[in-house]
């Protein structure tokens, strides 16, 4: 396993350096961005076929920089340079706990309030520049892919929201013995909390920028579901806990020409520190489950990547707004219910049926995805109609 990026590097080359990268948040930068470029293109794509459209948006030009800019440029600019500061001085505490760093007290005053003065006087001088005498509105054309960036902000401060929500439902225990570390940890996010708290969030912001709420569930459906299968990357190389449960069964033959690993794995060196000591190891990560595991991140990047695939190759082809998420619900929804059947995860009893939070949620997705492609059907069928009376039926 390997917690840190540096910790893969050192393997590999024999170096011996200290990134402050931890290899699940790299995995989990870079499902933002593969999520992000194909939404960008899905959004041209769309525009391009008329699906939706640019907008126009008023401006005001040529005004001077307001207090609350030059407030909001001073906050930000000073936590930028009490933190980076901080960094630089003392690397060492900093690589080796970047989260804790970060969310911690420690820092430069003296940097964070000279890289505010800084900014702050660079914000009012560009503003004083661009000052005209009497200010003056202008329209702006602005095409939905240029939203991009903010959809995936918007998407990533929910997600993450939704995740630490669902996350503390499930363990509140650990809310209670540690409300800080909790709140501010990247360990522990639980994929639906993100996906729901998400998905409101992001048709609610393409809703008020003109984009109609099936057509931007439509364009997110493929980038969520590599974006999934990216993050269950980082899972599996750093050893986070996702694994699964305790495999002792011998691997069938029709895995023979795999790697023991793929069927059954102990996590060495694993971020969590779960299982017991490994003999001569010096350092943070010394610890190895005392017996093998399913090691279910794997087997959900590979379906993933499968489903994914499914959905990139089909979406050109389906012409109903919505369809397209309705079908990624489905199979985003049998894949977790069968993997959690071998997930290490608390188990609720609910109606005689017992299952894991996100088996029951599973679930829900799948039935919503079915009533999905019942409704957007009527609703597309129906709107046809209202068009084109002469051929209702």
Known sequence: MYPKISDFINDVFG????????????????????????????????????????????????????????????????????????????????STDPQAYIFSSQGSWIAGVILAAIFVYLKYRNKQKQKLAKPITVRETVHPYQLTGNIILVAAVAGIIGSKIF?????????????MGTLFSFSGLTFYGGLIVAAFAVCFYAEKNGIRWPVIADIVAPSLMIAYGTGRIGCQVSGDGCWGIVNTHPKPEWMGFLPDWMW??????????????????????CFILDQPVFPTPFYETVIAIIFFTVLWSIRKRIMIPGMLFAIYLILNGIARFFIEKIRVNIRYDVAGIKATQAGFIAIMLVLAGIAGIFYFRYRYRKAYTNKNPGHGS
């Open 15 to 94: 170096t011996d350096i200290h990134l402050p990268v931890q290899t699940y948040g790299f995995f989990l930068a870079w499902a933002f961005i593969i999520a992000g470029s194909l939404a960008y293109l899905e959004l041209k794509r769309k525009e391009k076929d008329g699906l939706i459209s640019a907008r126009e948006r008023t401006v005001i030009k040529g005004r001077p920089a307001s207090w609350q800019e030059l407030l909001i440029t001073g906050i930000i600019s000073f936590i930028v340079g009490y933190k980076m500061a901080g960094i630089v001085l003392e690397y060492d505490i900093f």
């Open 167 to 179: 996350e503390v439902a499930e363990h509140p225990d650990d809310l209670i013995r540690d409300p």
């Open 264 to 285: 059954a794995y102990n996590y060495p060196h694993n971020v969590i520190n779960e299982g017991i000591p490994i003999a001569d190891c010096h350092g943070a990560h």
